[in-house]
């Protein structure tokens, strides 16, 4: 079997033993399996259309041998459980973190029935998020143009990246940030970040299971990691921003839309 067939084990692996832990310790309450199945369900499809979308501009793949050979509009299918998987590790482990691991931490059930009982609604506009957006893309216009001019003169994968992570914070980051683990919050993002750049360095760059368009790119490369670029070490970083769509869901199962429904009009009187 092709080796970067054999490397997703790195994500499917776990995920597989924190599906059956969760199982068997039966830590979850229905509301927060419905909220971790629609999150799982969510990120898949997001992780298939963006995908889809933009591979082809942000990566290329150099060694053919390394996957099964079955393509999607010439991207292998092995990058789309790549992404697939990964989206699936990050919320697996904040769960397994959140529920079991930094349980102390976690806020109960009763909390998150109290707040959600007080909500006239649920989506509020976080506006220091689109701020933040906009800055972080404004200065990676500039930086690109400053030190890697060539190819397009837009950090296409950076600017992805701050798009997609900022959808979810723009929306939920008010709503969910005290109840957020913080502390399973940094643990995950520390182990993610650890396996995904040491995959990278000793396996996907050197091996060729994956390279990136370096005209996309910011500009900043690590050459004693291959010349790996700073958006590859972020990339993680920016996808821990699906926890507070799961967060966000948990708290919607909370809240009964009749009485939010009735709050709301009796406030308009």
Known sequence: MPEYTISLLIWIAPIIFFVLFLRIKKLLTVKKRRALLITVVVLASVGILLDLLFARYFFRFPD?????????????????????TGFWFII????????????????????????ASRLRRLIFIHKSSIVQALVLIVGGIILKNLINPQGSPVPGYFIFLVIVAYVPSILFFRLTKRFINWRAFFFTLLITALCSVIWEVTLALPRGYWDYQHGQMLGIFIPVWHNLPLEAVTVWIFCMLVVLLYEFLKISYFTDPAKRKKKAVKKSQ
Not at 92 to 115: G, H, M, Q, S, T
């Open 92 to 115: 697996y482990l904040y769960i397994f973190c959140d529920e079991w691991f930094l349980l102390k931490y976690n806020p109960p059930d009763a909390v998150y029935a109290r707040y």
């Open 64 to 84: 053919k041998t390394m996957v099964l050979g079955i393509m999607i509009t010439g991207i292998p299918v092995e990058e789309f459980v790549f992404y697939i």
